[in-house]
C-alpha cells in the first residue's frame, strides 16, 4: 500500500480546531493508517496549536468511535480518520476525516470474472432449490452462491470500502460502456454513501443485483457481502491493479465452520451472551431477546458486557457456548480462537429450531 498517494484531508479538521479555539484533541486512526498517525498529530499540532492525544486502541470503523473515557480526559473533539459517520452519538463532537486513494485499475482483468459471474446468475435467475426434506435443506445451508431468495436479475451491483468510492460513477460508465447493466446499491441509514459496504451491514443489496464486482483491497468486506447476499463477487484491487474471484471454496468453508458450531451446541445448557459496550455495537434489546429465547427452551442465559470480546477475558466462564451480539464479525474472523462455541443470534435461533434450515445462512447485520 502506497500512502503517500492517499489524501489526509485534515484541511477542514486544522479550520474546525482554530474556530473552536480546541485546545486537546484525540485522534482515531484505522489500523492500516496508524503508522502515519505521528506524522498527522505533528501537523495539526504545528497548525493549530492545540495538543493531540492519539487513541491508540484498536480502530475497526466507524462503530469503534471513542466515547466517554475521552471526555473524562478532557478532549474537546474527536477527530476520526478513514471511515464514513454513522447514525451513532457516542456523546462526544466527533469530527469525520475523509481520506481517498488515487489509485485507477484497469478493468480489463476483471472482465473474464465478470462475465462468468453473470452467466451463473443467468444460470440461476429461475432455479428452484429443492428443500423438500431436512436434508435437503442443510445442502441448500452449505450452499456457498444461489441458497439466498430467487433472483429477480443479472445486473452487477458496484460497490466499495469508503477509501475507493470517489471512484464509483467513473466505473459505472465504464462498465455500462462495455456491455454490462450496472447498479449501484444505496443501503440504510447506517450507510453514507452509494455503493458502500460495511463489515456489518449490506443493506443496499437488490433482488436485480445477480453479481457483484468490489473496488477494495482484502476480502474481509467481500466475505460478508456474498455471506450475506449468497452473489458472486469479483474484487478489483486499486492498490495492485489485480482482479480476482472471491473463492467460493473459502466461502463454503466458512458456511461448513457456522454448521458445525450450530449442531455443537444442540445440546448446550448454559450461555454467555456477549454485550458489545461500544456505542455503534450495543445491541441490548437483542441480548434481552436472546436471554428470554434461552429460557422459552430451559435454557440459562447470562449477559456479559464487555468493551473488547477476546478469548482471554470469557473463556473462563464455566458456561457451555457464547451467544455474540457485538460486532457481527467477532464469530465469523474469530470463532476459532475460542475454547467454547461462539455463534451468533440467528445460528442460536436455528439450534433452538426457531429458525429452519431452508431459509439459508443469515448474516448478522447491525441495521
Known amino acids: 500500500m502506497d500512502l503517500n498517494r492517499h489524501d489526509f484531508e485534515l484541511d477542514s479538521l486544522i479550520e474546525s480546531i482554530k474556530s473552536n479555539d480546541n485546545r486537546l484533541i484525540a485522534l482515531q486512526v484505522p489500523e492500516g493508517l496508524k503508522m502515519q498517525a505521528l506524522e498527522m498529530m505533528d ?7 492545540a495538543k493531540v492525544v492519539l487513541a491508540a486502541d484498536p480502530c475497526y470503523g466507524a462503530c469503534d468511535l471513542v466515547h466517554n473515557k475521552m471526555q473524562m480526559m478532557g478532549v474537546e473533539l474527536v477527530a476520526h480518520m478513514g471511515h464514513s459517520q454513522m447514525n451513532i452519538d457516542s456523546g462526544m463532537p466527533t469530527h469525520f476525516i475523509n481520506v481517498t486513494y488515487d489509485g485507477d485499475p484497469d478493468i480489463a482483468p476483471a472482465l473474464p470474472i ?11 435467475l429461475h432455479q428452484k432449490i429443492d428443500v423438500s426434506n ?16 430467487p433472483l429477480e436479475g443479472t445486473n452487477l451491483g458496484l460497490v466499495g470500502s469508503i477509501q475507493h468510492l470517489h471512484l464509483i460513477f467513473d466505473y459505472k460508465k465504464k462498465l455500462e460502456n462495455v456491455g454490462f447493466q450496472v447498479e ?4 440504510g441509514a447506517r450507510l453514507t454513501f452509494p455503493g458502500q459496504v ?12 445477480g453479481h ?8 474481509f468486506h467481500p466475505i460478508g457481502l456474498v455471506l450475506h447476499t449468497g452473489k458472486p463477487l469479483t474484487m478489483l484491487d486499486p492498490y495492485t491493479g489485480d482482479a480476482t474471484e472471491l473463492s467460493l471454496a473459502r ?37 434481552m431477546r436472546m436471554k428470554k429465547l434461552l429460557e422459552k427452551h430451559g435454557k440459562k442465559g447470562y449477559l456479559l458486557a464487555l ?61
Open 212 to 219: 457483484y464486482l468490489f473496488l477494495g483491497s482484502g476480502d
Open 251 to 287: 466461502v463454503e468453508r466458512i458456511l461448513r465452520q457456522r454448521f458445525g458450531l450450530i449442531m455443537s451446541i444442540q445440546d448446550a445448557k448454559t450461555y454467555a451472551i456477549l454485550i458489545g459496550e461500544k456505542p455503534g455495537q450495543m445491541r441490548r434489546t437483542l441480548a
Open 184 to 187: 449501484v446499491p444505496v443501503g
Open 198 to 209: 460495511l463489515g456489518c451491514n449490506y443493506s443496499g443489496d437488490d433482488p436485480q443485483i
Open 43 to 49: 501537523s495539526i499540532e504545528e497548525n493549530t496549536g
Open 114 to 124: 465478470l462475465h462468468a459471474h453473470r452467466q451463473l446468475a443467468e444460470n440461476r
Open 307 to 367: 468493551e473488547h470480546i477476546s478469548p482471554e477475558l470469557i473463556d473462563f466462564y464455566p458456561v457451555d457456548a457464547y451467544v455474540n451480539t457485538a460486532c457481527p464479525r467477532i464469530a465469523i474472523d474469530d470463532s476459532v480462537r475460542y475454547d467454547k462455541p461462539l455463534v451468533t443470534p440467528y445460528e442460536l435461533e436455528v439450534a433452538l429450531g426457531e429458525k429452519k434450515w431452508e431459509n439459508g445462512y443469515q448474516f448478522d447485520e447491525i441495521p
Open 134 to 149: 431436512e436434508e435437503d435443506a442443510k445442502d441448500a445451508f452449505l450452499d456457498a452462491v444461489g441458497r439466498v431468495a
